[in-house]
């Protein structure tokens, strides 16, 4: 008897494992067509002349985003912040589909709905009505304005907006209604910077809009950049064994990563974020640290021209030697000891690559990413004897390429840099050089299968696989799950299997 | 919110603009020109405007397609953009030299500064001497993405359908509105077994050579009820080419449709054969699961074209659907829901996160059909989802694929372990 016939009374354990097996054919997936071709049928050598970005003008499989996505990014790491954006409907619906698909969470992401009228009249009557809706329909308590490419262009002033805004809202429901809710304008034109410059821009938005400074605190600011939430929780652990108390900017470990307990209240919102209270108090910390450069800095920056509070900008704390500047500088700054458990993890580390290192040395690896995150996989691979044969970032980014230069300089490599070129130049070095490995994001992964060579996920964004957001790829224990994800890799892809019996 | 009462005649107010501010779940032109356009392999796609509609134009029903941006910056907008454009297409051009024809989408930046990209395009098409097309589908264009729909089909009728003659069997036909590669795959497969061939499919299965000589066939099926009847009423005007509305989402409505093709074609006994072949195949393994499913709970929020079908569908296994929700359905759409449902339904047009979640709240259902983005929401509700681009759903083996996968939805045992408390 199926144990789905009786599902009206309690399921025991035996009808739950019968439940899990569907014996029902129908189509099986590896039936169906799924399209898994190679993007050219065979590799046709392109002109060479206009493979390098710097010489045409086409762009082809970007490997950058625009600039309001970032802002996305970093408003929706704040406690019952929704983004407003000031543009049309697909400016948040592609986002909301991006962060569902990494995250797998929902994400709210309010639209001004620009239509024709809106493209000529302007975006005044969207925003006013927009605000409106978004306060008495899901009472959030920060409202980040975003602007994105036709609003800047067609010239909306959003600051006159939001005061016009306010003064009608506190007219129709009376003065409190604005008090529980903070406002941050963002400007983000689609046309410069990419992602990573609309965090950059977002943290020092918010820090402009609400940080003060009163009486200072023994904590330290964490700006963590578009990293995971696995990474941040990896932040915290470190933080923790250090003893440090700490406000981190757009913590989005506990808004893109929930639990899920029912029962759920309405609105939905997740229970984590950074709080305002938080964030007004950033101006009172001993230190900044921006783990990445290019993302998180200029907050970092602010605080110090604003309030004094000095700024630690990057590197990503990933592999050797950045997070030991990473923990050497916290433990500096704050006069705390460097706690025991962290240099075991260290150890853990090390221990981990000495007994690894018969895999990775000389293998040649091809990296692609964000700047901040490929220059720090590139001097993680630089300590595990491998050779960083291309790197390339999608955001152009002269950090990125003093980050990789310094590394390569100490290891004596020589890698070919692509900074801020598109994939597909990226792809036809790879098909000319010989690649072990390749680290990048999962929009390699077709050049992976074309090339035949083995990908290891890391970075933004990581859609066909499930988990890279809950994984930790920063600090000791971190990079030691990124060691095992490479040599693992290696194992798979360069030995057979009778020769791992050890 | 614009959700109707529960009247059996009536239905919400739909085809307007949606609030700002509401979160709406809907989407702009350009994404409904994608996503029609994405599957045509064999075209140059390139998108004038910031780079960053084209890395969000690249993933297209879960596929990644190639994609051409001219990546317009601050220098462009201020100075325009044709000379952008012009070297973008001929690099392109160069890159990818097999391409029969070239997709220029039009971006909010784009039109705003006004770059009169219709000279542009007419120019190079001399120059490079295939077929430069203008996809008109800035962001603000329409309400949602069904009005990119519906200029990506009039970008096809009006510059490639007609453009060659071809011999045409006495049994073509084509599929209008069939995107799901998988799908396309099974219909494709049915109709061959009762004699019919299918020319081209739009979009799911199509090709420069086959779009070109797409008017020459005896019928058109059309699958989505919306653009696609637009693109099957503009061919009959044109080419004389006769119509039948088609649906292939549960047993009942395949059976229907093929008997309907085969009587069009005189071909019934063929039909009866390929019906009872495949509803042999799948009677016995399909009874397991109907006794889980009677008197449950379903909702579905899709764009428009599938959601009276699905309906039909539920119906047909005798669950109720408790709330109907479109992003850009019209009234026939909805009048199509009233009329078939047995019972009162929530038809909602456009509905925001909030209405989501009231339904996850207040009506409960056990499954809810819905895209990706709404289906992690109702996950945290501890509702079931069930994803329409994942499977193949059609035909007759579909439907046994559609119902293990809604009571796969039902009864995964983590619903049940969610609701516990912990001890």
Known sequence: MPAQLKLNGRLTIEDLNALTEMPVEGITYDQMYIEKEPICPEYKEPDQDIIPSSKRTVVVDPGRICMPFGAMWASVGIHKCIPFVQGAQGCTTYPRYTFSRIFREPVSIATASFHEDTAV???????????????????????????????????????????????????????????????????????????????????????????????????????????????????????????????????????????????????????????????????????????CPDAGGAGAKYLEKRFKVPAMIGPMPMGIYNTDFFIKNLAERTGKPVA??????????????????????????????????????????????????????????????EEVWAAAHEYDYKPILLNGGDMFEWEDYIKKEKIDLILSNSKAANISKEAKVPLVRIGFPVYDRVGCQRRATVGYRGSEYLLDLIVNTLLESKFPDDRLQQ | MTACNNKKSSF??????????????????????????????????????????????????????????????????????????????????????????????????????????????????????????????????????????????????????????????????NIIGQYNVNETKIIKSLLSRMGINVHCVFTGDASYERIITAHCVKLNLIICKNTGQFFAETMQERYGVPYLKVSFLSLSQSINSLRRIGKYFGLEKEAETVIDEEYKAIKSQLTQFLPGLKGKKAAVFLGAARIADL????????????????????????????????????????????????????????????????????????????????????????????????????????????REEMP
């Not at chain 1, 458990?341 to 221990?351: N, P």
């Not at chain 2, 907008?77 to 012009?86: K, S, T, V």
């Not at chain 2, 973008?88 to 009169?116: H, Q, R, W």
Request: glycine share 8%; net charge negative.
């Open chain 2, 12 to 173: 919400p107010s739909c085809s307007r603009p949606s609030a700002p501010g509401k979160i709406t779940e809907r989407s702009c032109a350009y994404a409904g020109a994608r996503w029609m356009l994405a599957p045509l392999k064999d075209a140059i796609h390139v998108v004038h405007g910031p780079v960053g509609c084209a890395y969000n134009g690249v993933m297209v029903r879960g596929t990644a397609y190639r994609i051409f941006s001219t990546d317009l910056r601050e220098k462009d907008i201020i100075f325009g953009g044709r000379e952008r454009l012009a070297r973008t297409l001929k690099e392109a051009k160069i890159l990818m030299p097999d391409a029969k024809y070239i997709f220029v989408y039009n971006t909010c930046s784009s039109a705003i500064i006004g770059d009169d990209m219709e000279a542009i395009c007419n120019k190079m098409e001399d120059e490079l001497g295939c077929p430069i097309v203008l996809v008109d589908c800035p962001g603000f264009k329409g309400q949602s993405e069904a009005a990119g729909h519906k200029i990506a089909y009039e970008c096809l009728l009006n510059r490639f359908v007609g453009q060659k003659q071809r011999d045409t069997g006495h049994y073509d036909v």
């Open chain 1, 340 to 401: 025991e458990e962290i240099k075991d993890e260290r150890g853990i580390l090390i221990d981990a690559m000495a007994d690894t290192f018969h895999y990775t040395m000389g293998r040649r690896v091809a990296i692609y990413g964000d700047p901040d995150i490929a220059a720090a996989v590139t001097r993680f691979v630089c300590e595990l004897g491998m050779e960083p044969a291309i790197v390339g970032s999608g955001t152009e980014s002269k950090q990125f390429v």
């Open chain 1, 121 to 291: 009249f302007g975006g005044r009557k969207n925003f006013i009505e927009g605000i409106r809706n978004l306060i008495i329909r899901y009472h959030p308590e920060v409202i980040a304005i975003i602007t994105v490419c036709s609003s800047e262009i067609i010239g909306d002033d959003m600051e006159g907006y939001l005061d016009e805004s306010i003064d009608e809202l506190e007219e129709e429901f009376g003065p409190e209604i604005t008090d529980e809710v903070k406002f941050a304008i963002i400007h983000t034109p689609s046309f410069t910077g990419s992602h990573v410059e609309g965090y950059n821009r977002a943290a020092a938005a918010f820090l402009k809009a609400l940080a003060k400074r009163s009486t200072p605190e023994p904590k330290v600011n964490i700006i963590p950049g578009m990293i995971t939430p696995g990474d941040i929780r990896e932040i915290k652990h470190i933080l923790r064994l250090m003893d440090i108390e700490s406000t981190i900017l757009f913590d989005i470990s506990e808004t893109l990563d929930c639990p899920l307990r029912l029962p759920q209240t309405m609105p939905y919102y997740p229970k984590g974020g950074t709080r305002i209270n938080d964030i007004v108090n950033m101006g009172n910390s001993l230190a900044t640290f921006a783990l």
């Open chain 2, 311 to 418: 309906v039909k569908t539920f119906e047909a296994l005798d669950m109720e659907v408790v709330f109907v929700g479109s992003r850009f359905g019209n009234a026939v759409n909805y009048r199509d829901i009233r009329q078939m449902a047995k019972v009162d339904i929530h038809i909602v047009d456009d509905p925001s996160e909030q209405n989501l979640e009231d339904l996850f709240c207040k009506l409960r259902p056990d499954v809810f059909i819905a895209g990706i983005k709404e289906q992690s929401l109702c996950h945290k509700f501890g509702i079931g989802t069930l994803l329409p681009q994942l499977g193949a759903y059609v035909g007759f083996k579909g439907f046994l694929n559609f119902t293990r996968d809604v009571h796969k939805a039902i009864y995964a045992p983590v619903w049940r372990l969610a």
